[in-house]
């Protein structure tokens, strides 16, 4: 509940912060003082420290899980703000606006991870959905950045139209909005109604994270929104959405499973093959970290895949080792000149610090050990290898990871092999230590993942 | 205790060596801890040698009941002893190669060093895998920094190529942690094993499968052998030694350690085949050998046979094989070694490694090659040299093994290559060593002293354990005869 509030209050905070103050840089500042504020708000809830007293009446609930992503992502959100707020402030004019829609959007996530009713998960959507199609457009004078915030918009509220028809036929079939009543029922039955439903639910879920055969608008949106914001939404934004996704089918569809794993699956072998295959051929930077982030999201989809404690785990960590790796990655892109794989070339001769922090980025995108991104990718794994159904998709997955080594080591074979004259914006030596530190969680808990697990638990 | 420090001792140089500019420091500092790492490695091999100092074993990670476990048995020691005897003598012996940033490649070298130990001491699945994994990284960096021409596209041939086999050992090692009741530890493994006779399921099948294809990629058996050639020829030559003379093992020390006793009934199974390719693949890599005209990939290739009959060994097993399996995994170990560092030599003076184009030598440089026909004589595994007591025990095995019923044409196959190695290690000793002087050589200079020092101490080894191998052989007999009792024999 702490998190729900203080955003939303720092956001209109935020907002009218534009009016009083119209350097950017102050701006920029109360900013990071208040994502700091709500980690501490929310870290404090994880303590048992309720700010609020607020019957939530059954809409919400706030469980460990859910207030631990809820930590992840604002601490997430605290690093993206201080490696790329300057290119925030360098996006336009109204700068106390953008900083003000991420607050909506860390409400919206707050929501998502917290909803107890299907009309709280609508709800949390939308608030995530609509400071997106915003934040999109953010460049005005961009065409391409138009372009893209009409097309997110109108494929965004297509497919939130298809999950309110999804809602509707669930309630209909079960006369609830309670996914913990739902859930209680044992044996759902083939009621064609509650498997239509779920269904369209599905498919709007997976639209949202980006899941193939619904992924078509993620490389253009991804790469007509000014790099920042992109940043912000193909990390935070989707491991948000994801944890709805988790946070609904564990609890509220497990027992009828058998109907939609096989889906699932076939769903997650497309993403991942598409994703992955597609990157490849990709010339650019960014839009191969576009296609990467629909790779990425076929791992998470294991989480959903194989509901058991291990997946819970691992959509954890991955939501971890995946913003903090990507946001990093993007910081860097940000200030390159030039977004090709040549562009790199030649980086780690002029600036070390920054080619082996992507490094270390990229090794964990690619799922090294040493790094987070291995057991993500290991919890992953194992979760599916211990649910037993449909083994091939352990396999398809492995192959994938293998073709993904191909597009990440591009970067860092051209960082580190090829001879160029990388042309990059000054960095301050700030920059350079937020880097670092990133990195070497990466590292830390690429080694002792618990310090992050027990969390849940303890 | 001797565990851990064997493996902070590399990795904090390693580390450390990155921010030491100077050339020449940087690579004092990283041979004085090789030794220092040789010297801890001794030390608990006389008066450490017990289970307080040998054994490391804390809690990881709970949630997934994995443990830091590190055991010195005799396998581990003798192929840790390889490790740490292996590094101060590569980089002595390339102590005249020119690198840039050379702290950087030293570096990289001692923490390549530091995967390599944490392999062989892992008693746990998951420890084992991701120092699996540490061991490669250092090298796949190693390698594409300062290569050669090619060695963008080969060096990553080489990565995805092994990165797939541990994949593939990543899943049957979860596999097989969800088997031995959520434990990773090799013990439990083993345990398993043993209690469950679930010989032909399909699942043990599955997992020998992906175990295999791991170990098969690194040795590398034929046919997952196509990176090796082109990786080793590009690979610089402290790169490649270090892929040949202990990565190699690591592929070796994976089947004898975590297949052959964690799958015993499909190892007992499938072991036939595994051996014809091991065979198939000697033969043929010999024959490609005698083709070579490039000094390293003749060496490549040789190494490719030498392996093929550990793999046979282990295969088709009896208690002398194993302990030449063994044994030859050390001396594999120092005699490619002692030849790399002569083609390292030699490339370092001509600029070249073509046999064709060289000729002679012996005329100017008489103790490089009398040096060198010593190693060359051990890589043919002649009597008095110590590659004859392991091919020699081997073939002893094989031959006198009930586990295959075909062990008398393996035998008889795998024997062709002692004699296809002879032609092609003494066709190349004698078109590089003798005949006429050309332009090239005309001017050639003996080698300098440094090399002669590391040579020396390698012909010194060969001689010493070719006339008395018995401290190596009861180093591990017990961890042979414990092995082969948990393999289903006839």
Partial sequence: ?458 | MVPVLLILIPLITGLALFAIRQENTAKTIAFLASILSLAVMLAGMSIWNDAAHLTYNEQWIGALNSRFHFDLDGMSQLLCLLTTFSFPLIIYGTWGNRYVDANRFFGLLMLSQAGLLGVFMSMDALLFYFFWELALIPLYFLCSRWGGERRIAVTFKFFVYTFLGSLFMLIAMIMLYFKAGNSFAWADFVKTAQTHASSGSSQELAIFLMLMLAFAIKMPLFPFHTWQPDTYEQTPNAGTMILSAIMAKMGVYGLLRWLVPVVPAATFQYGDNIATLAVVGMLYASFIAMQQDDLKRLVAYSSIAHIGLMILAIFVPSYSGLQGVMIQMFNHGINILGMWLVVNAIEQQFGTRKISELGGIAQKAPVLTILLVVVALANVSLPLTNAFIGEFMMFNGVLGSTASQYSVIYAVAAGLTIILGAVYTLRMIQRVFYGELNTLTMNTREVSGYVQVVLSIIVVAILVIGIYPKPLLTLTSDVSQQILNKMILK
């Avoid at chain 1, 109360?30 to 929310?42: H, R």
């Avoid at chain 1, 309630?171 to 064609?192: C, Q, S």
């Avoid at chain 1, 191969?288 to 989480?303: D, E, K, P, T």
């Fill in chain 1, 1 to 458: 509940m702490n998190a729900i509030i203080l955003s939303a209050i720092l956001g209109v905070v935020l907002m009218f912060s534009g009016i009083m103050f119209k350097n950017g840089n102050t701006v920029r500042n109360i900013a990071i003082a208040g994502m700091l504020i709500l980690l501490f708000a929310n870290l404090a809830e994880m303590k048992g420290y309720h700010f609020f007293d607020i019957n939530t009446k059954n809409l919400l609930s706030f469980t460990r899980f859910g207030l631990l992503f809820n930590s992840i992502a604002i601490g997430a959100t605290l690093m993206y703000m201080l490696v790329s707020s300057r290119d925030i402030v360098n996006v336009g004019i109204n700068v106390a606006e953008y900083f003000a829609l991420i607050f909506f959007v860390l409400c919206g996530i707050a929501v998502i991870t917290a909803f107890q009713s299907l009309l709280m998960l609508f709800l949390g959507i939308e608030i995530v959905s609509i400071p997106l199609y915003i934040l999109t457009g953010a460049d005005k004078r961009n065409l391409k950045s138009n372009e893209a915030a009409l097309k997110y918009f109108l494929m965004g509220s297509f497919s939130t139209g298809i999950m309110l028809m999804g809602i509707v036929l669930v309630y209909g079939a079960k006369a609830t909005f309670n996914i913990e009543l739902m859930g209680a029922d044992v044996n759902p039955g083939r009621n064609a109604w509650y498997l239509s439903g779920l269904l369209l639910l599905l498919i709007s879920m997976a639209f949202k994270v980006s899941a193939a055969p619904f992924h078509f608008w993620t490389p253009d949106v991804y790469d007509g929104a000014p790099t920042v914001f992109t940043s912000f939404m193909a990390t935070i934004v989707k491991a948000g959405v994801f944890i709805g996704f988790v946070r609904l089918f564990e609890g509220t569809f497990a027992n009828s499973g058998y109907q939609w794993q096989l889906i699932l699956a076939i769903i997650t072998a497309a993403t991942l093959f598409i994703g992955n295959v597609t990157a490849v051929f990709q010339q650019s930077v960014k839009r191969m970290l576009a296609y990467s982030s629909i790779a990425q999201a076929g791992f998470m989809l294991f989480a959903l895949f194989s509901f058991n404690s291990l997946s819970r785990e691992g959509i954890i960590l991955y939501s971890l080792g995946y913003c903090l790796a990507t946001v990093g990655i993007f910081a860097v892109l940000i200030r390159m000149k030039d977004y090709t794989f040549e562009g790199f070339n030649g980086l780690a001769r002029s600036q070390p610090v920054l080619a082996a922090t992507t490094t270390i980025f990229l090794l964990s995108l690619a799922g090294i050990p040493l790094t987070i991104g291995f057991f993500a990718k290991y919890f992953m794994l194992a979760s599916a290898i211990k649910n037993g159904a449909h083994l091939w998709l352990v396999f398809f997955a492995i192959l994938c990871a293998v073709v993904s080594v191909y597009y990440y080591f591009r970067v860092i074979q051209a960082m580190y092999f090829r001879d160029g004259h990388a042309a990059i914006e000054p960095t301050t030596p700030g920059f350079r230590w937020i880097l670092v530190f990133m990195a070497a969680l990466v590292i830390l808990l690429g080694i002792f993942p618990n310090l992050v697990l027990q969390y849940l638990y303890f």
